[in-house]
């Protein structure tokens, strides 16, 4: 049976021991203090803003808890809990069954497979032209060089956004991203900014909605609008939601992977000399990216209905939180979890999945696309820069805690 440590809200240890995990995602290296943590207990159970709420460390319980159906979002039965708020992202990834089977069913009819393989050619040309000016500068900062605006565009290329619009949409994302952080966290001025960029971002839709409905064309929008099954289609909620939900997962967790990622190799010059002698390791390379400072930290559940899952007794309304930070380095489910190893999940190694895109029916849906967007941007990185010196070695992290990513990161670059 795990362990099991019992806090509380009001026990200044207890409420410590969890806040301490919760906001290490801002610490340039949060594992020391996350590991701490794992090691006081598989289960650590505790209150926050009142309400009560169960962080999971380790891997085998996080992976048990996330895939148990008794735990899920409960907005539909009014039984989420208090810090479990509604942040603008709803729709699938807020959904329980059955509504959330139908929305996977209908969603993914449209975002399939080949949609992912055909933008394909369009992120490596992406990627080409800003190592161009990236290179031709010499010295850059690589998140406003080539880690944020890579996947903007690829997102708004997808949704059929005009490029001209991709600014203001960065802004709305960044609004949005902070506000998803628990509540306690946020100021009343980030609040406000996510409730503007919520309504930003459902004005705008709503108009690109009405207009793909009037005047389809070749993009994942016209094809959302126009799915159907059996005569079940997506609502103009559902659509907003979703457009949202696409925006924000799919764009601000690949600048986060891309970021770290290349800040892993740089400090691990030995890691990025055995991909530049066998680039087939760079698929592998980006699981152990995601496994070993993943860029989505936290995921938060509410107990939908009384039950036992890996020996901690869970009950209806209270708050769990999956520390994937934690469970992604549990030295019982990785050999050296704490090494960045581009090999990992290389060969057909039998090697646990990390969770970096979270496990059971709420598995992103967006995996493939994050996924081929890193694969092809380490790949032309590797063909077209000789080095990459990092200029300062203080790299700072955005002020987030459940999205962990690098604020700047200032590299020289030699062609």
């Keep these: 049976m795990p362990a099991v440590v019992e806090t509380t809200g009001t026990s200044a240890s207890g409420f410590t021991g969890i806040m301490s995990a919760l906001m290490a995602s801002r610490l340039p290296d949060p594992y020391p203090v996350l590991r701490s943590v794992r090691e006081a207990g598989s289960f650590l159970s505790g209150e926050i803003a009142g309400s009560p709420v169960t962080l999971v460390t380790t891997h085998a319980e996080a992976s048990a808890v996330l895939a148990h159906p008794a735990i899920g979002h409960g907005f539909r039965d009014g039984i989420s809990y208090r810090g479990h708020l509604d942040d603008g992202l709803g729709s699938l990834v807020r959904a ?80 949005l991203t902070r506000g998803i952080d628990p509540r306690p966290s946020l100021t009343p001025a980030e609040v406000s900014a996510r409730a503007s960029a919520t309504v930003a971002f459902d004005d705008y839709f709503r108009d690109l909605i009405a207009r793909r409905r ?49 800040l892993a190799l740089i400090r691990n010059p030995d ?50 939180i999956l520390h994937v930070g934690t469970a992604n380095r549990d030295p019982a489910a990785f050999d050296e979890p704490d090494r960045f190893l581009v090999t990992r999940y290389a060969g057909g190694a039998r090697v646990r999945r990390h969770l970096g895109f979270g496990v059971g029916i709420h598995y992103c849906l967006g995996a493939p696309l994050a996924r081929a967007e890193a694969e092809i941007a380490f790949r032309t990185l590797l063909r077209r820069v000789r080095t990459l010196t990092l200029l300062d070695d203080d790299v700072a992290y955005r002020e987030r805690i459940v999205i962990r990513g690098v604020r700047s990161l200032p590299l020289r670059l030699t062609a």
């Design 96 to 175: 329980d069954p059955p509504d959330h089977g139908r929305l996977r069913r209908l969603v993914g009819r449209a975002f399939t497979p080949g949609v992912v393989d055909a933008l394909g050619p369009r992120i490596t040309e992406l990627c080409d032209a800003l190592l161009d000016e990236a290179l031709a500068a010499g010295e850059v900062d690589m998140v406003e060089a080539l880690t944020r605006p890579m996947p903007l565009r690829v997102m708004c290329r997808l949704l059929g956004v005009p490029a001209e619009d991709e600014p203001e949409f960065g802004g709305w994302v960044d609004a």
């Design 271 to 320: 890691q990025l000399a055995l991909l530049r002698e066998d680039p087939a390791l760079v698929g592998p390379a980006v699981e152990e990216m995601l496994r070993h400072d993943p860029p989505i930290q936290l995921i938060a559940r509410t107990v939908l209905a009384d039950a036992r899952i890996a020996g901690h007794d869970f009950r209806q309304g209270e708050g769990v």
């Design 214 to 262: 009037a005047e389809p064309r070749d993009d994942l929008l016209s094809a959302l609008v126009a799915i159907h099954d059996d005569g079940d289609v997506l609502s103009e909620r559902e659509l907003l939601e979703l457009c949202t939900l696409l925006l924000v997962a799919g764009y601000e967790t690949t600048v986060n992977l891309l970021g770290g990622g290349i």
